[in-house]
């Protein structure tokens, strides 16, 4: 799992979170726990094979492996 930091981040901003070969079920599983309501920080679940290659070059390049 790999998180990016925003070019431009605000107040509002969220945290991506990246995934590579995550399980279905699992997925949803930390999918559901990061939507738990009233985070202070939203948090996006990523899959890596369904964004654009830019992107994740982006994520794998500047990321933090978490």
Known sequence: MRSVQAITHSPH?????????LDERIYCQVAARLL??????PVDLL??????????????????PL
Request: glycine share 6%.
């Open 13 to 21: 901003s969220a945290i991506d979170l990246l995934v590579w070969g």
């Open 36 to 41: 738990d309501p009233d985070p202070l920080t």
């Open 47 to 64: 899959r890596a094979k369904t964004l654009n290659q830019a992107f994740v070059d982006a994520i794998e390049t500047s990321g933090i």
